[in-house]
């Protein structure tokens, strides 16, 4: 029996000899549930289409078998602790561009998703994804994930209340309020399960949080546990190919696979980099994730990414595809068990995403600060992150920045000029 626990689980790249089915398993349910909020979040942002005749009864049980196809795709097929749902920017892109501000309609987007989905599959399949990856030298590939750490973190602040778009101290009033003293012992708890190494801590802070909040009037216990999913077929399949030859709809194709592909590389190298996934000679083993965005256009749903929020689990030891499996099965369970999931504060998750800041953060260690050509990119990455709000941005202006450095330096050498950077590097 424990012979076939053991070839079933190895599907997913788990060994008992190398990994903790515990901590795998703890891993899944702790990226969940900082997931979760995507099912009560995206029927909200898609309301402005009610109006234009889409069905947003229908988007949560899209989005959740979206999530759950994408993510057992990463579980089985990438076999890495990573969680994939309906991406907020590119759903916002969705609405408020393609439908809002062009004017056309959802089945137009739908269809535009789902072409650019088969183009993320061909770069894949023609190792163009995988030539990018590798371009991106090993200090970047630190930088990214110490600027998503940030930018995760302020998330996680954002959602808390205690920072808007102006300061912390404009919201310290806010300090009084239920959800954020909620916020404050959940963020407490998560630092001291870190501090003494508790495995499952960040999992535990959130269930503990949860149940705080209940006498302090933050979480909403629910009226029923059980509930039936709206039917996802309004949503399924609703192409409209009349526009394909149009220069908008290639626009919009080019614009969303820009943002994918960028997006997933910046999300991929920050969760790999802090987890030992990465190699010495920093390639990143392949992923497999651009099938789940012409799945999930299938569906009904915007363009299907990585979550940054997967670096909660991974900061708690997950690192195979039991871990992606495990956050799969949560949103599928989602399906019926709807009211129990949504009665998860913000409170109670925020923290979790702080610490997961922090996990990331902690990878600025390996970034040789000796060295300018590589050090200098590295921090215009870290810092146009959290500024900006965009992980394109950063990475995209690391890049560019490491490339004119590179260019530079080689110029001046070529010369037999001394860059100054001998001296520097020496000390």
Request: net charge negative; charged share 10%; glycine share 8%.
């Amino acid at each position: 029996m424990s012979t076939f626990i053991d070839k079933s689980l190895a599907t997913v790249g788990f060994s008992s000899q190398r990994h903790s089915l515990r901590i795998e398993l703890l891993s899944g349910l702790t990226t969940f549930m900082t997931m979760a909020y995507i099912l009560a979040l995206n029927p909200v942002i898609y309301a402005p289409l009610a109006d234009k005749g889409f069905p947003v009864e229908s988007l949560f049980t899209s989005t959740a078998l979206a999530a759950t196809i994408g993510t057992m795709l990463m579980a089985f097929v990438a076999k890495r602790p990573i969680g994939q749902a309906p991406g907020l920017t590119l759903s916002v892109f969705f609405i408020e561009t393609i439908c809002l501000s062009l004017g056309y309609s959802w089945q137009f987007a739908l269809t535009a998703v789902f072409v650019e989905g088969l183009l993320f599959i061909l770069l894949c399949l023609s190792n163009v994804r995988k030539l990018v990856f590798e371009m991106v030298p090993t200090s970047l590939k630190h930088a990214i994930a110490v600027g998503i750490g940030l930018f995760i973190a302020l998330i996680g602040f954002r959602n808390s209340g205690l920072l808007s778009e102006g300061t912390f101290f404009n919201n310290i009033e806010k300090l009084s309020e239920a959800s954020s003293i909620l916020f404050i012992i959940g963020l407490l708890l998560a630092g001291v399960c870190y501090m003494f190494r508790v495995k499952g801590g960040l999992l535990i802070s959130i269930i503990v949080t949860t149940i705080i909040g209940i006498p302090m009037g933050v979480t909403k216990a629910p009226e029923q546990l059980f509930s039936m999913p709206p039917s996802p077929m309004p949503l399924c399949m609703q192409f409209d190919w009349n526009d394909i030859l149009t220069p908008d709809f290639w626009m919009c194709v080019l614009t969303m696979l820009f943002f994918d592909v960028f997006d997933t590389l910046a999300s991929v190298v920050g969760l790999m980099a802090n987890s030992g996934l990465i190699r010495k000679d920093g390639r990143i083993p392949h992923l497999s994730d651009a099938i789940a965005t012409s799945a999930g256009a299938c569906l009904g749903c915007s363009t299907v990414t990585t979550y940054i929020e997967s670096a909660s689990g991974v900061a708690e030891g997950g690192r195979t595809g039991l871990t992606a499996l495990v956050i799969a099965l949560g949103f599928l369970a989602s399906l019926f068990f709807a009211p129990l999931f949504l009665a998860i504060p913000t409170a109670a998750t925020a923290p979790v995403m702080v610490m997961a800041g922090f996990y990331l953060f902690t990878s600025i260690r390996h970034i040789d600060l000796t060295k300018p050509v590589e050090s200098f990119p590295a921090f215009l990455a870290i810092l146009i992150m959290p500024v900006t709000g965009s992980i394109s941005d950063g990475i995209i202006a690391g890049l560019f920045t490491y490339v004119m450095l590179s260019i530079a330096e080689s110029l001046i050498k070529r010369k037999g000029y001394k860059t100054g950077l001998e001296d520097f590097e020496e000390e």
